[in-house]
Every structure is written in C-alpha cells, then in structure tokens.
C-alpha cells in the first residue's frame, strides 16, 4: 500500500501542469481576439474618416467645374484632369506620383489623434489633360447634360453638352500604422 501513495501524487501533480497549461493558451487566446478587435476599431474609424476628404474633394471639384478650370491639372490641390490606367492606390507607382503630392485635409475634428493624416487625390475619368470632354479625340468616362432618355422620357440631352466623371481616392494614416483607402466616383 505504500508504493500506491506516490503514484497517486504523481498523477496530480501531471494532471495539475495539463490544466495550468490549458489556463495559460485561454488567457493567450483572449489577449489576441482583443488585439484583433481593436485593430478592427482602427480600421473603421480611419475609414469613417475617410469621408472627411471625399467632401473635400467633392467642395475642390465643384468649384473647379463651376469656374470651368476642370481641363487644367492642379497637382498643388490634389487634382489631375486625366486618369492613369493604374487604379490600385498601395502601389509603388502611386507612392511615387500622387501621395508625394496629394491634398492634406486640414481641420480634422479635434476628436482625432494628432497622429492621423488624410489625403486624398482626384482624377477626371478623361484619357486626356487640357481637354474638354468634348473636344475631338477625348475620351471620358461622362454623361450627356440636359435629361432624360428614350425609355425614361423627359428632355432630350443638350447636343455638346458634357459633364465628367470624377473618381477622388481618400488615403486616411492613423495609429497602430493604420491605412484605409476609399475610391468614389461621382458627377458633378
């Protein structure tokens, strides 16, 4: 009888290191869902964010449109009257030729870290710079001006008459290295 008094101290001794083990990989495992959700947290306020640029893009593209300076390039603002076939915002080509020279937007509420920055860039949906939409050999993501259409009724477009698509791509940087993209396209 004895011998049997060991093994039975044995046992819980490697039953107690199993549960103590287990208890451990629990609290490692809720460490990391918390990590995760605030990561997510992040996420959703910078792209919240983000609609902070659109409007300032949409202010910038309105008041382009209504002085008729929407043909000329305005890289100081943000604005390129002609779209590059590139539309992926994280690459290389656009670290190099927009975000150096991206719009910052100013007056972020003061609930935002100071940490956080957003740009945002605009392109006219058009093949070429300097060109009216309806200028001969221009092509452009555009709609004509004036109504309806055969099937909706209403009035007939304005012959000449055409209005340009815009696509403003917003890049917000928050803490924890956050990034959010968002593209909107949009008439004026």
């Not at 043909?71 to 943000?78: H, L, P, R």
């Not at 719009?103 to 509420?109: D, I, K």
């Amino acid at each position: 009888m004895l011998a049997q008094r060991g093994v039975v101290m044995f046992v819980a001794l490697i039953v107690l290191i199993i549960m103590s083990l287990a208890g451990i990989a629990m609290l490692r495992q809720i460490g990391g869902g918390l990590s995760i959700a605030g990561n997510i947290a992040f996420k959703q306020a910078a792209t919240t964010l983000a609609d902070v640029g659109t409007e300032q893009a949409v202010t910038l593209i309105t008041a382009k449109t209504n002085a008729i300076q929407s043909d000329v390039d305005d890289t100081a603002n943000g604005y390129w009257s002609s779209a590059p076939n590139d539309v992926d915002p994280t690459d290389a080509y656009w670290a190099s030729n927009y975000w150096n020279t991206a719009a910052t937007v100013t007056g972020l509420p003061t609930s935002v870290g100071s940490g956080t920055r957003v740009q945002f860039v605009v392109h006219r949906l058009c093949d070429l710079a300097g060109k009216s939409p309806t200028e001969p050999g221009q092509r452009c993501s555009a709609f004509a001006v004036g109504g309806g259409s055969m099937t909706t009724g209403g009035p007939p477009p304005i012959p000449g008459v055409v209005q340009a698509y815009y696509r403003v791509t917003t890049k917000v940087t928050g803490p924890r290295n956050t990034v959010s993209y968002t593209q909107v396209v949009f008439k004026v």
